[in-house]
Structure formats: C-alpha cells, structure tokens
C-alpha cells in the first residue's frame, strides 16, 4: 500500500539530522522538563530518582522540529503538507538544583544556545538563575531566549515587575538584548511567540566537518533489559554530540581517557577501543553524525562497561586520532569578584595551595589538588584525568560550606600525561 503525503513528511521528519543543540537552563523547578515536553511531546526525567524528586538530575535529550503554519510557529502542525519546515533541533533538558551544578556545567559544552527559564510566581534572580547565567557566560554561549514562565500564576502587575526584575538582572551582561518571552508551559500559551523567537535569535553555527572526529559523550548507558539473553545483548551506548568530523557505522573508534586499570600495584588509564555498531538520532538509525544535535552511539562494547554514565565526560574519535590524557593540567584561571550561587554575597578568595578545587573540561567534570601557584596560574593534579586540547577552556568551582560554587574559569596552558 502507497505511503500517503502526511506519513511520508512524518518519515522524513523523523530521520533529518537535527542542526543544533539548545539547552533547558535555570533554577530548580522553573519549568524546565514541563517546558521541553511541551515542545517535543517527550518527558525527559526517565530515571527513578528523577521521577520519585520530581527534579531533573542527568541530562535530558528531546529532538522536535519547527514549523510556520499561516502566521503561527508550532512543533505540532494541523497540516504537514502546507506548514512551512523550519529546522529540526536537540533540546538539551540541564539539571537546576544547587547540588547538581557539575551536571549543568558537563552539559553546556555541547549547547549552541539555551533557553534560560524564570518563573514568574518568583522573585528574580534565584541563587541558580545567577550560577547558570555565568555558567554560559563563561562556556560562550552567545546567543539566548528568557523565558518567563508561569505567568498563569500571577496577575498582570506582578508579572510586570517581575519582567522588570528579569531586566535589571540581565543588564550589563552579554545578554542584555536578548528577549525576554512570557509564556506558561504548563497550559501552552505562548509557545508560538517562543519558538518565534528560537528561530530568529539562536542561529544554527557553521560546522566543521572536515577535522578528525571528536564527539563529546554526556551520557553513558546499558539498554539492555534484566534477564536478556547473552546472545542478545546490545553493546553499550554512548550519547553526546559531535563536536567537529563526521563518524560513520562500522568505523573502529577510540574512547579516551578510558578505563582506570590496576597494573603493579599502580592505577593506570587505558584508552578503549571499539567498533560502531549503530549511530542514531532520536532513535532512528542513521549511517553517519555530524556535529549539530544529540546522537547515540551504539558500540561493540560490553554493556557492564558503560552503564550507569560511566564513560560520562569521555572523548570518541578514531584510533590515534584523539587529544592526549592528562593527568596534571596549568590553566591561567580568571576569577570571578564574586561567588556565584550562594544566598549572601561573597567574595572570590585566590586560589590556594593543596586546595580541593571542581574542574570542567569539555563534558568532563574532574577534582584538582592545586600542586601550584606561580605567576598567577595555577597547577593541579587531577584525580580522573581529562582527553583535552591545550588552550580548552576550564570551568573552577570551590567547595563553600557542603556545595562546589561556580568562582571562574581559565584556559589550559600546560598539561602533563601519565
């Protein structure tokens, strides 16, 4: 039987690669999950934890696509045949609670622009809202949209000042101009007006495809189902998103930093390798990724290796392809004048010796013994080491009473291999 013009549009919906990544940043319970289902018709918050919490705590991943239909802008058309094909997106669903900062700051290094979420029913800022902002002010996020949502649960005045609050909070930062949409998730109002201004504010970057291939890995996991058969096992899934290159099913592929090993009484870190079984975009099996979107990696791996994020902040290429392992990295750190996340206001102290410093490389999240402090760069001994060029950039978070607070960031000058 003949495909009919709508099913045919729905399959090639489906299998279009998906030309950028947009985060879902902002405080805790802000709406951001609520939001991203809205727009892609997929809960995010999978894992029982996250379910039982009712917060996020890994990352989420959604794709959707855009449409213009008459003068309106929708994910979900009447009518395929006559609505205008925008582009299809990867939303990027980031954690807001204050204890799950190092999860924000892995996920941001694959988002080409975010929407920052404000509830309006609160006042602004939030100690997050803050932390997320120069989260991607530091990451280079250029360009974001600021959702005010929940207007449905104030009246029209307080919705007023909290715009103005939102305003004043954003002044003299690089998204000073961005705009500011108010919407409620919760009963869809607004979300033409939003995606409007997706489209005309986040611009899908130029990528490189011709360098080697490095695809950032977010996300680690075992899909298989209790009690599976060994004979019909799947090998272990990589998430993440391909940072520049193009990686294609059945290439060999080299994941670094690796496995930590026990050789001679000594932790050594091993590079693995494997075989691409699979590659997949919203869970359609495609022959190649390029960089733009989430994709998933299916691999030759056993599943007991990956499960449960193991291979979290991992770096995928070819065999011999990849940046080295470092073990002890120099960065020239720029602080902050002030903490970011914290109720009161505090001071950035300098950064000590043999102090305890979070560190976030690509979509690694790492801990640094500061070994030294000369000249005003600062030397640390990493506990999990980091695949990382020279010159990549560094997030710094110092522990402040019970939580690590986002203090600056620096730039890799000097590292050092096993």
């Known amino acids: 039987?003949?495909?009919?013009?709508?099913?045919?549009?729905?399959?090639?919906e489906k299998i279009m690669q998906p030309e950028l990544n947009i985060g879902m940043v902002g405080h805790v319970d802000h709406g951001k999950t609520t939001l991203l289902e809205r727009l892609s018709g997929v809960w995010a918050d999978t894992h029982s934890e996250e379910i039982k919490r009712g917060i996020t705590i890994r990352l989420g991943y959604a794709d959707t696509v855009f449409y213009r239909e008459g003068g309106i802008f929708t994910t979900k058309p009447k009518d395929r045949s006559k609505a205008e094909l925008l582009r299809k997106v990867s939303f990027v669903d980031a954690p807001g609670h204050e204890s799950l900062m190092a999860t924000m700051l892995s996920g941001a290094t694959i988002?080409?622009?975010?929407?920052?979420?404000?509830?309006?029913n609160e006042t602004c800022p939030q100690p997050q809202t803050r932390e997320h902002l120069m989260a991607l002010q530091i990451i280079g996020i250029k360009n974001i949209v600021i959702v005010q949502n929940k207007i449905d649960?104030?009246?029209?005045?307080?919705?007023?000042?909290?715009?103005?609050?939102?305003?004043?909070?954003?002044?003299?930062?690089?998204y000073e101009h961005s705009p500011i949409i108010p919407i409620s998730a919760q009963h869809n109002v607004g979300l033409s007006s939003l995606i409007?201004?997706?489209?005309?504010?986040?611009?899908?970057?130029k990528r490189d495809t011709g360098k080697d291939p490095i695809f950032l890995v977010a996300r680690s996991f075992d899909i298989n189902r209790p009690g599976t058969l060994p004979k019909d096992l799947t090998g272990g899934v990589l998430g993440g998103s391909m940072k520049q290159g193009i990686l294609k099913k059945g290439q060999d592929i080299e994941i670094r930093p690796g496995r930590s090993l026990m050789e001679k009484n000594k932790e050594v870190w091993k590079p693995i390798r494997a075989k691409i079984a699979d590659l997949r975009y919203g869970g359609l099996s495609v022959g190649e990724i390029s960089p733009g979107g989430t994709a998933g990696i299916l691999t030759s791996l056993d599943p007991s290796i990956v499960k449960s994020d193991q291979l979290l902040g991992s770096i995928v290429g070819l065999p011999g392809k990849l940046p080295q392992v470092l073990f002890e990295i120099t960065f020239a750190p720029h602080l902050l004048e002030r903490v970011?996340?914290?109720?009161?206001?505090?001071?950035?102290?300098?950064?000590?010796?043999?102090?305890t410093l979070?560190?976030?490389?690509?979509?690694?999240?790492?801990?640094?013994?500061?070994?030294g402090t000369r000249k005003k760069n600062v030397a640390c001994r990493l506990k999990i080491p980091v695949c990382a060029e020279i010159?990549?950039?560094?997030?710094?978070?110092?522990?402040?009473?019970?939580?690590?607070?986002?203090?600056g960031y620096g730039d890799i000058i000097e590292g050092k291999t096993q």
Do not use: C, H
Request: no cysteine; hydrophobic share 40%.
């Open 111 to 120: 988002m080409d622009g975010a929407l920052l979420l404000i509830a309006a």
């Open 391 to 407: 010159n990549s950039k560094v997030t710094i978070s110092r522990r402040i009473g019970n939580r690590f607070r986002l203090i």
């Open 358 to 371: 979070m560190l976030n490389v690509n979509s690694a999240t790492t801990v640094g013994i500061v070994t």
């Open 153 to 174: 649960l104030v009246d029209e005045k307080a919705a007023l000042k909290n715009y103005e609050q939102i305003k004043s909070f954003v002044k003299g930062t690089a």
């Open 196 to 205: 409007k201004a997706i489209e005309e504010t986040i611009v899908t970057p």
């Open 340 to 355: 970011v996340g914290t109720e009161q206001e505090l001071s950035v102290e300098p950064i000590k010796m043999n102090e």
């Open 1 to 12: 039987m003949p495909r009919t013009k709508k099913a045919t549009d729905e399959a090639n």
